[in-house]
């Protein structure tokens, strides 16, 4: 391609904003190059050698520097160390010769973005700059993401911008004035626990205790004395008394997650204690009155379990005096680059290592439904950190379902040859998940990305299955 045909090529957006240098000992070379980076946008300089390169830097802010790695005196790797050093921020692209290629390879290694092979085309130095271009645009993006975070990044400790989560706020702010109980509904993983503590922090009682009780994890006789207490004899093992949780909780609030997996006689005696104010403790005769907020949530369709006949009518509506919903993260998408920028964040201070998403990684991730929700999306991000070597995440670290490989399914030609049902993969994930994490149920359900109530009920499922 010419130089002639490179300058008709449009500009790259956001290129205006951005400075380029171009360090190579050869004329012809600097101006070709300099001529199709002006082309498409870029505000561009020259220099000739590493020590004029160096005199620039302390005078002018340069955001990508081409480098070519045979230089006079100082060698392009020496060089690469000493912009690094004083221009960490600074994008370099080393220009290597053909049969040098290993040159470019250590050059990358310390802290080159790319490299290109000379010779190389006008073409090639056009997609180069517009990967660059895209490359700084994201990051600039990302920045300004992590500013925002900081700033406001929605209702206490939940995040969104969305309509939805806006009129969720509006919501929770009226209940958080209220003593009624609440109903919380939402999917796992959709933050179901930090809307509750969100209700409580925001009202009367947040100097007051806040206790969660998991419903779905506990055998249905410790979620009795967990709630109630116990005294002293009560059941074998028991060699003193024990205070319950609802009593604990006085003048605050206890939040029964996962209310829905409550058994039915377990529901008749909540349903008591929420009404008569009023608790007794598993063995005594003796009744106390307690004060204490009840919050609730399930991810289960309680109408349906009332009709059903699992759940008790009455209980279902003195919880669902106020209700809300928290909506998936498949309906709020807009807010995907917004968790993504917090939860890097989180990362970066925990590793000490600054973490961006390539443009291609968060296409992908807009695109995926998140049946996890925001623990998933969570997780997937905290699982490619783990596995990237670079300061980017690219698309390939994402966990495979993210980026839309179907797993399960072998294709030849075109036609498939192996399909195993959803469920069964589900099925077979889980299981092979808590054997190789030595039976640790909740670091399996962590990374799964699922609820550790969703995994206790996908067990029992298997386990009746298998009887």
């Known amino acids: 391609m010419s130089t002639a045909a490179a300058l008709a090529t449009p ?27 002006q082309s498409l946008g870029f505000n561009t300089s020259v220099a000739e050698s590493a020590e004029h390169a160096y005199r620039v830097l302390e005078s002018q802010n340069v955001d990508v520097l081409l480098l070519d790695l045979k230089l006079p005196g100082t060698g392009g790797l020496e060089a690469l160390h000493q912009i690094r050093a004083r221009r960490p921020d600074t994008v370099v692209v080393v220009v290597t010769e053909y049969g040098t290629v290993q040159s470019a390879v250590q050059a ?185 907020r009840i919050l609730a949530a399930t991810n289960r369709d309680l109408e349906q379990a009332v009709s059903q006949g699992t759940f008790r009518r009455d209980l279902y509506f003195r919880l669902n005096v106020l209700s809300l919903r928290i909506p998936p993260l498949r309906e709020r998408r807009q807010d995907i680059p917004l968790l993504v920028a917090t939860f890097l964040e989180r990362l970066s201070k925990t590793s000490g290592q600054e973490r961006s998403l390539s443009d291609d990684a968060l296409k992908a991730m807009l695109a995926y439904d998140w049946p996890g ?35 399960g399914i072998a294709v030849s030609g075109d036609a498939t040859t192996k399909i195993i049902p959803m469920a069964e993969l589900e099925k077979e994930t889980i299981l092979s998940t808590i054997t190789q994490l030595n039976g640790d149920k909740l670091m399996a359900a962590r990374l799964l990305g699922i609820g550790k109530t969703t995994l206790y009920r996908k067990l029992k499922e298997y386990s009746s299955q298998a009887n």
């Open 11 to 37: 500009q790259i957006e956001g290129a205006n904003f951005l400075n380029l240098m171009i360090v190579d000992d050869e004329r012809a070379m600097r101006e070709v190059c300099r001529d199709v980076a």
């Open 108 to 292: 990358m290694k310390n802290g080159a973005y790319d490299y290109v092979t000379k010779p190389f085309s006008m073409d090639e130095l056009k997609l180069l700059l517009d990967r660059v271009a895209s490359h700084l645009k994201l990051k600039t993006e990302n920045r300004i993401l992590r500013e925002k975070v900081k700033s406001k990044q929605g209702f206490g400790s939940i995040i969104g911008r969305a309509p939805e989560m806006e009129k969720l706020y509006r919501i929770i702010a009226k209940a958080a004035h209220s003593s009624h109980p609440v109903l919380i509904l939402g999917e796992s993983g959709t933050g179901k626990e930090m809307v509750a503590r969100s209700i409580h922090l925001s009202g009367p009682l947040q100097d007051k205790p806040f206790i969660p009780v998991d419903c779905g994890s506990l055998v249905p006789t410790l979620i009795e004395s967990e709630l109630f207490g116990y005294v002293k004899g009560a059941f074998t093992g028991a060699t003193q008394s024990k205070e319950g949780l609802l009593a604990i909780a006085e003048g605050g609030t206890i939040f029964l997650d996962e209310v829905g997996e409550l058994p039915v006689d377990l529901q008749a005696k909540l349903l008591r204690a929420i009404q008569e104010k009023e608790i007794r403790p598993v063995g005594s005769t003796k009744r106390h009155t307690i004060n204490v």
């Open 373 to 407: 929700n925001v623990r998933e999306l969570e997780n997937s991000l905290e699982r490619a950190c783990a596995l990237t070597t670079g300061a980017t995440i690219q698309a390939a670290d994402l966990p495979r379902e993210v980026v839309g490989e179907t797993p």
